[in-house]
């Protein structure tokens, strides 16, 4: 049921941003909201004014944090670059955390934040993210994240089902003709999120050791594991797996338990690969 | 044309998720990932640095300024006011700053305060609180503080606000002067505390600093 608002809401914002081009009397830096949008503001209204400071400074960091990712974007320092990202989805993770507990559903965080978003970057946000980074993978960019205070658990959801709850939703949707156009478009193209498969695959344009790695990679049960040889580093492994050096950090995170920092591999050590 | 259905999996990927990649890993004590602060209509949250790899700043690693004036302070301040650490500092902005009935004050000069300082704590630079009569300070700032001054020109505390009082580290000797001012004036012991580990402790424990708005 959430997944359908979020996906109503996100169509919504899309819609309205790609029709900003076409009618320019729509005023970009003041979109007006209808329908789905109302009900999210309205339960965020609905918090009192300590819980809204709360959930508006968690915002407000999660902004700068993201700031500073698009910043670090093209930065050759991939430790500072991996610190901005880990800071951002920590701030997100803070973000969700403090909505959950004045009773806000993620949808409704998840609505706010990117209302913030589109009001402080732009619609165009992404797209310049990238080519800020020549081509910054951005689901890569943002990954799966946790409220601090989680246990550790193994499932990571891989965002197929989320658009395929998008897909019916826009089906459903009576946009009125004027806006009908942009919302076919997605719906048409979320059934397309390819199956997941088993094992990873090479990617098109893969380098020989890439695809070397990615031959490697074993899958255990729900788990893709790699055992570390002479010549490996977690930037390869990303490369080869998710098509980003930059998310080496990916590996790194899941790998905390045996691993000191990014730049040491020892041979023989197996690391565990979250799925793309 | 961005890539929307990039951008809807981005944002959507960034909150459906449920498998932690990260998590709260420097936390302040077992049972406290971080604290939320609400003082006045003011929103913070004290917390620390979570990279493992973070280091205290350069001026703040300096072991060994001149003494005088920057000399080794004592545990105890002065009799009946307690030597607090960072988790009681942190209950008294809790319990008592958030009430409104007391301040944590920075001792330091404004320069100083205004480079970065402990959340939730005002500034009273040590040397507004000189008990020389000639400062003109002192006495608007101790009627602040809840004083009333009798007909001798002596100064009475009932129901003075609870303070907690730091500066640079245990090298700084200006919170324990503001502190032994007051107690010239008569302020009760009892209601003073002494954060002797000030900005360099906070730091080294890789807690958060603010930098006060104007």
């Not at chain 2, 107690?183 to 603010?210: D, F």
């Amino acid at each position: 049921m959430h997944s359908k608002y979020l996906g109503l809401c996100l169509t919504w914002a899309i819609a309205g941003g790609a029709l900003a081009d076409a009618r320019p009397e729509l005023d970009q830096s003041a979109i007006t909201l209808p329908g789905p949008f109302m009900l999210a503001q309205a339960t965020i209204d609905s918090l009192d004014d300590s819980e809204l400071r709360r959930l508006n400074y968690y915002n407000r960091r999660a902004l700068d944090a993201l700031s500073l990712v698009v910043e670090s974007a093209s930065s050759r320092d991939i430790i500072e670059q991996s610190n901005v990202n880990t800071k951002f989805r920590s701030s997100i993770s803070r973000l969700v955390d403090a909505g959950r507990r004045s009773g806000l559903p993620v949808e409704t965080v998840a609505m706010h934040f990117v209302e913030a978003v589109t009001e402080e970057f732009g619609l165009d946000f992404m797209e310049r993210v990238g080519q800020v980074a020549g081509g910054l993978d951005v689901i890569t960019l943002f990954r799966n994240v946790s409220t601090p205070l989680d246990p550790r658990t193994s499932t990571i959801d891989d965002g197929t089902s989320f658009l395929n709850a998008l897909a019916e939703a826009s089906e459903d949707l009576d946009l009125g003709k004027h806006l009908e156009a942009p919302a076919a478009e997605n719906a048409a193209q979320a059934p397309e999120a390819p199956v997941v498969p088993v094992g990873p695959r090479p990617l098109p344009n893969a380098s020989g050791p890439e695809r070397i790695i990615v031959d490697r990679i074993e899958v255990e049960g729900d788990e893709w594991t790699i055992v570390v040889r002479s010549g490996d580093s977690l930037a390869l492994i990303a490369s080869a797996v998710y098509g980003d050096s930059l998310a080496y950090n990916i590996i790194y995170q899941a790998n905390r338990n045996v691993l000191n920092n990014p730049n040491t591999l020892n041979i023989g050590v197996k690391l565990r690969i979250p799925k793309p | 044309m961005p890539d929307f259905k990039s951008y809807l999996a981005g944002i959507a990927a960034l909150f459906m998720g449920t498998a932690p990649v990260l998590a709260q890993e420097v936390w302040i004590t077992q049972e406290l990932p971080f604290v939320e602060l609400e003082v006045g209509q003011e929103f913070f949250v004290i917390e620390r640095d979570q990279d493992n790899l973070a280091v205290v700043p350069a001026d703040f690693a300096k072991t060994s300024r001149p003494c005088p004036p920057f000399c080794v302070q004592p545990m105890t301040v002065a009799e009946g006011v307690n030597t607090v650490g960072e988790l009681e500092l942190i209950a008294f902005l809790e319990d008592v700053v958030q009430a409104g009935d007391g301040y944590l004050i920075d001792s330091r000069t404004p320069r100083w305060y205004e480079a970065g300082t402990i959340p939730g704590s005002i500034n009273i630079p040590f040397n507004l609180l000189s008990a020389d009569a000639q400062n003109p300070f002192l006495a608007p700032l101790l009627k602040q503080l809840g004083g009333a001054q009798t007909d001798s020109g002596d100064w009475t505390f009932d129901n003075a606000p609870e303070l907690t009082m730091f500066c640079n580290g245990s090298w700084c000797g200006q919170s324990p002067r503001a502190i032994r001012n007051l107690l010239s004036v008569g302020y009760p012991a009892e209601k003073l505390h002494y954060y002797r580990g000030g900005m360099q402790n906070w730091l080294i424990l890789g807690l958060n600093v603010v930098i006060p708005e104007s």
